[in-house]
């Protein structure tokens, strides 16, 4: 399984940037994909998670701001971030997960993305 995710980029505060992950190569048949985002010299944080049935989550900070989707004829989820804050601004990374329900810990994830970059300047 392959995750390439794209979109990231470099935005003033308030602006929006859209993320999107194509998963390649997936043969399980429910699963469930989420976006992390991490600052040097801190843990990977879980931002938002879709559900095999669609059912969007979101870590506190993001909520009202940004917006998961997924298009599972394509195995693509998207992440479309309103709003932007300079917290905001780190490493995104996408990750598929071999269960239907999100959860918000980075080990439970079995394949992850190569990171996009999200740069959010006052």
């Known amino acids: 399984v392959q995750l390439q995710a794209s979109g990231g980029g470099s935005v003033q505060v308030g602006g929006s940037l859209r993320l999107s992950c194509a998963a390649s190569?997936?043969?399980?048949?429910?699963?469930?994909m989420a976006w992390f985002r991490q600052v040097p010299g801190k843990g990977r944080e879980w931002v938002s998670g879709?559900?095999?049935?669609?059912?969007?989550y979101y870590t506190d900070s993001v909520k009202g701001r940004f917006t998961i989707s997924r298009d599972n004829a394509k195995i693509t989820v998207y992440l479309q971030m309103n709003s932007l804050k300079p917290e905001d601004t780190a490493v995104y990374y996408c990750?598929?997960?071999?269960?239907?329900?999100?959860?918000?810990?980075?080990?439970?994830?079995?394949?992850w993305g190569q990171g996009t970059l999200v740069t959010v300047s006052s």
């Open positions: 990750a598929i997960r071999r269960q239907p329900m999100v959860v918000t810990h980075s080990t439970e994830y079995d394949y």
């Open positions: 190569g997936v043969t399980f048949g429910s699963y469930s």
């Open positions: 879709i559900s095999w049935h669609g059912g969007p």
